[in-house]
């Protein structure tokens, strides 16, 4: 389910920080995305899912270890994105300066 060598940089890491679950991680405001945003055409709705799919993956890449989190989707509308992670990564992502907000999906009963 996750790379072994990640969890290896983990000291004294339980098996609660291992698993993942679904965060939604919300981005800091970005001139560019507001700029993309106010283009209310087709073209510009492609060039908005482009730029945040990009900027969200670049994101991941920066501070995540490969094969460690699954990204599920981008939502243009907020620039945000759901990812499964690990507490721990959800933490290190807390930490980036382009984040606002990581929150951990709450299931309902």
């Known amino acids: ?3 072994g060598s990640y ?3 983990l000291p004294n890491s339980t098996m609660d920080d291992r698993q993942r679950h679904l965060h939604f991680v ?4 970005d001139p560019e995305y507001e700029r993309l945003q106010s283009d209310r055409t087709k073209r510009g709705a492609r060039e ?3 730029y945040l799919s990009t900027k969200h993956n670049d994101l991941l890449a920066k501070k ?5 989190y699954h990204k599920t989707l981008s939502l243009f509308i907020v ?7 690990t507490d721990a990564q959800a933490d290190v992502l807390r930490s980036a300066k382009e984040v606002r907000v990581v929150e951990k999906n709450q299931e309902l009963p």
């Open 1 to 3: 389910m996750t790379n």
């Open 7 to 9: 969890h290896s940089k």
């Open 26 to 29: 919300f981005m800091n405001y």
């Open 48 to 50: 908005v899912e482009m």
């Open 64 to 68: 995540l270890e490969p094969g460690t």
């Open 79 to 85: 620039d945000a994105f759901a990812v499964q992670i």
